[in-house]
């Protein structure tokens, strides 16, 4: 085996470690935060939302996107692969962290997403509904926007998916406002530090 290809393999095997790290930690949080009595919160933004079911595009369509993306990477530079898989496990593991300082429970009137659908055999193990800030509907295809930038049409398209996220994920009261807005401040610094600190891994990462 080349060295290039098991380079390919560590860093792959790495950002796959630690997206099952934080789908773990995120287990553990969400049956933490369904067992406690949290309030919930007031968005005046999505109170005046008609409340609509968006169910099938942010479950099966969300998914179908991100085969799609990876299967463009396998094909197009199968040597990014590695860093997009690690730069998505450390935006997952942030996410855990605020998700763990969030002080508010579900909207009222939420709409499940997983109940139902593609993914409702993942809901409860891998896929939550107690999920809130921020979106990572809204944050993961916004990161992949960040990663593209060398890629116009597919970062636009990743743009595309992410502002539909959010627009359906307000419809169906899954998140707050702040968890859709809060995504798109807070994910640059994301893509920073993954570029800090994995950059070696990206065969596109401009020279310092």
């Known amino acids: 085996m080349t060295r290039s290809k098991l380079r390919w393999l560590g860093g792959t095997g790495f950002g796959l470690l630690l997206l099952a790290a934080a789908y773990a930690l995120l287990a553990v949080l969400c049956r933490y935060r369904a067992g406690l009595p949290f309030p919930p919160g007031l968005d005046p933004f999505c109170a005046v939302l008609p409340l609509k079911d968006w169910t099938g595009f942010l479950s099966g369509g969300y998914i179908l996107f991100l085969v ?6 396998l094909v197009k530079e199968p040597r990014r692969v590695p860093y997009l898989v690690v730069a998505t496990g450390v935006l997952m593991l942030v996410r855990n962290l605020f998700l763990l300082l969030t002080p508010v429970g579900a909207l009222p009137g939420m709409m499940p997403l997983y109940k139902g659908g593609v993914a409702s055999g993942f809901h409860g ?4 509904d107690q999920e809130l800030f921020f979106s990572g509907h809204t944050a993961v295809p916004f990161l992949y926007f960040l990663l593209c930038r060398n890629h116009k049409k597919l970062g636009l398209a ?4 992410s502002l539909l996220n959010a627009v359906g994920v307000l419809f169906m009261r899954n998140h707050y406002s702040i968890d859709v807005l809060g995504a798109f401040f807070i994910v640059p610094t994301i893509a920073i530090i ?15």
């Open 68 to 73: 799609a993306f990876y299967l463009y990477w």
């Open 158 to 161: 990743c743009l595309a998916v």
């Open 194 to 208: 993954s570029r800090k600190f994995f950059g070696a891994l990206d065969p596109e990462a401009s020279p310092d």
């Open 125 to 128: 193990t891998l896929l939550f």
